[in-house]
């Protein structure tokens, strides 16, 4: 019975996953925004998603406690609720980057790279929790790991170099950030489960977790703006030529791009702000670095919560959704060790470079390569069930 609950489940989240990347995707994209700019910052994208997924988390237990359920079933313990708000710090952050790159890469680009961390499940789960490791799951993981990494070879040995398939210095240290956040949140998923007082549910779980993440990134759409007015990060003394010309000239329309040229004097070392400006032209120059995005990091939490242009909100409240979906079943799947379960919630990536076809996107032949090698890696990884039963992880509360 635990395998066909397992199944069922894993099938909910590659899906919830799948639409997840899609969603993001079309939601930073101006074709599927009523072919406007886009508009609105990833930190701002987080807190709607988050915001809908906390609205569907409520939904989900108040339809609990009407059927009956006791409301002490809500109160996970101290314990688990620190590893839920641990969780909730690194999901803020994985979810500001996950609206970051869909900006500028098609997700059968980037999404392999943030699944690396899959490779390090089997050595966590028998650390933390004593998980048996198997010589299919090893056999299975490698295959999944180099399927995974087969579609990009035609970019990491230089043969395809084109700009819409490299990804740049900033893209992999967000590729490597959202690592570290998901591999932390699988593990501390399981002792979340663990630690969690009996009779708590996953819907219970979603929601602290979803009211801690509405608490950080609020707190960071108010904080980090303060910030950036204070060091005036949008009014930069001194800026270098290329990044001058490339990241705000060409980013800017001919008054704004005359405003900037009449305000800085370009030397050979960059362009260098004018002495004695007035406050007015101060703050049409700040108006101007902000909407051309100069400071990526601070740019990650601009504009107000409500835009001019609500289409990428619609977009992100459906991802909220399927977010809530994915994240019930995590919850509910992590009684049993991360690593027999999570390397096969990723199946979706092998069909994602044909669901980006039907996008207009063009799929190589190392895409579809990569695409059956996951395939024979996740069979492999299971070819042994009938030898081995997956068994719940031991409760602290039973």
């Not at 639409?19 to 508009?39: A, D, R």
């Amino acid at each position: 019975m635990e395998w066909l609950i397992l199944i069922a489940w894993i099938l909910i989240i590659n899906g919830g996953l799948g639409g997840q990347y899609i969603l993001n995707w079309m939601g930073n994209q101006p074709k599927y925004v009523g072919n406007q700019p886009v508009g609105v910052s990833p930190g701002v994208m987080t807190w709607w998603r988050e915001l809908s997924k906390l609205t569907w988390a409520v939904i989900a237990v108040a339809t609990e406690l009407i059927r009956g359920k006791n409301s002490k079933y809500l109160w996970p313990g101290a314990v688990s609720m620190a590893t839920i708000i641990i969780c909730a710090f690194t999901g803020v952050i994985e979810n500001i980057g996950f609206f970051y790159l869909p900006r500028f890469y098609s997700p059968h680009l980037y999404a392999p790279y943030v699944n690396v961390y899959l490779i390090l499940l089997p050595f966590f789960g028998k650390f933390l929790f004593d998980a048996a490791i198997r010589k299919e799951h090893w056999i299975g993981i490698s295959l999944v790991v180099v399927g995974l990494a087969a579609p990009h070879i035609p970019w990491l040995i230089g043969t395809n170099t084109a700009a819409d398939n490299a990804l740049d210095f900033t893209a992999i240290i967000w590729i490597l950030i959202i690592n570290a956040c998901l591999c932390s949140q699988q593990i501390l998923n399981n002792k979340t489960v663990q630690t969690a007082k009996q009779g708590v549910g996953p819907n219970a779980l979603v929601l602290w977790r979803e009211i801690w993440k509405m608490i950080f990134i609020t707190s960071a759409l108010f904080i980090f703006p303060l910030i950036g007015n204070m060091i005036r990060v949008n009014i930069p003394d001194q800026v270098p030529i290329t990044v001058f010309e490339t990241r705000v000239l060409a980013k800017v329309d001919e008054g704004k791009k005359e405003l900037l040229l009449q305000s800085y004097d370009k030397t050979s070392d960059g362009y260098v702000l004018k002495n004695n400006l007035s406050e007015e032209v101060e703050s049409d120059i700040e108006a101007t670095f902000s909407a051309a995005e100069y400071n990526r990091f601070f740019a990650l939490f601009s504009g107000s919560i409500i835009p001019k242009n609500w289409w990428p909100i619609l977009f992100v409240i459906a991802a909220g959704l399927t977010g809530y979906i994915y994240s019930f079943g995590f919850f509910k799947l992590s009684k049993f060790s991360a690593h027999f379960w999570v390397p096969y919630t990723n199946v979706w990536l092998a069909f994602l470079p044909l669901i980006m076809l039907l996008f207009g996107k063009e799929v190589t032949l190392f895409q579809v390569i990569g695409a059956v090698i996951v395939t024979a890696g996740l069979m492999v990884g299971v070819s042994d069930f009938n030898r081995n039963k997956v068994e719940e992880i031991e409760k602290k509360y039973k």
